[in-house]
């Protein structure tokens, strides 16, 4: 009867550690302009005066090999907080320095480290967040869903809304003469033409993303990694799956229509 009772205590707890976070509830997104992750937080005081204090603006830093951390302007309230370990992707308050972390690594449970929530887009990016971040409270986003095709090839990409994507979409259906450049993009320049690039800076050239590149006004699909940061990105979006079907194609036509909401 003891074990019945001891093991419903621990399945009432661990509930309580892990059940708060509500993805219809507060969210908060996380972006350094080019990386973006969006965290749903639990109901926990912490996470609540964590949520009243944005939107703020503050320097990233990396700690501890599976972290970034930023300091909010306030202290958050930590009664009733939930100390415990948890996943990648894991967003916790540190308090006895002040410091809210995100975490690109397992983690473990520690005297003061109480958890806030966790990431539910975006988390693998967490890792690669610099300089100067914004956090604001997530608002109901809009993409925009296009369907690329190559060759017999249709591919489905996630435009971000931004004002390149927006004059993108605006020429939509079209289809560009695509450059293969390096094995690595492919590449279309509008010559006699600049596209709006409110948020350009510097961004790396990871697998499936889409960027507008100001200085050649040059629309890139990146297909193969190189990890490589380039100065003057304004990020576009992002293909879902099977963007390697660019590798050998060379320089070919390829096709890009809005698809319906």
């Excluded at 507060?26 to 990386?35: E, K, Y």
């Excluded at 520690?110 to 971040?133: F, P, R, W």
């Excluded at 006004?217 to 390697?244: K, N, P, T």
Aim: proline share 5%; aromatic share 12%; net charge negative.
């Amino acid at each position: 009867m003891k074990r019945i009772i001891l093991l419903a205590a621990i399945f009432l707890l661990t509930g309580s550690m892990f059940a708060r976070v509500d993805d219809a509830g507060m969210r908060i997104r996380v972006a350094d302009g080019m990386q973006e992750i969006v965290f749903a937080l639990n109901d926990t005081p912490a996470a609540k005066s964590l949520y009243a204090q944005l939107p703020l603006e503050t320097d990233v830093q990396n700690y501890g090999g599976n972290e970034k951390i930023f300091y909010p302007p306030e202290t958050l309230v930590d009664t009733d907080a939930v100390e415990t370990g948890g996943e990648a992707g894991g967003l916790a308050y540190f308090s006895p320095w002040g410091n809210v972390v995100m975490y690109y690594g397992p983690f473990s449970q520690y005297s003061g480290l109480y958890v806030l929530g966790e990431a539910i887009s975006g988390g693998e990016q967490i890792c690669q967040l610099t300089g100067k971040i914004r956090a604001t409270a997530q608002e109901p986003q809009k993409e925009y869903r296009v369907r690329i095709t190559v060759g017999e090839t249709e591919l489905v990409a996630v435009f971000a809304d931004n004002a390149t994507s927006r004059a993108l979409i605006e020429k939509m259906p079209m289809t560009l003469p695509m450059m293969d450049l390096y094995g690595r993009e492919m590449c279309y320049r509008f010559t006699g033409e600049e596209l709006p690039a409110e948020e350009a800076q510097v961004g790396r050239f990871d697998v499936g993303r889409i960027f507008y590149w100001t200085p050649w006004h040059s629309f890139v699909i990146v297909y193969a990694e190189s990890g490589e940061e380039i100065d003057d990105l304004q990020y576009i979006g992002r293909i879902e799956e099977g963007v390697e079907v660019f590798t050998g194609t060379g320089d070919t036509d390829v096709t890009f229509e809005r698809m319906e909401p």
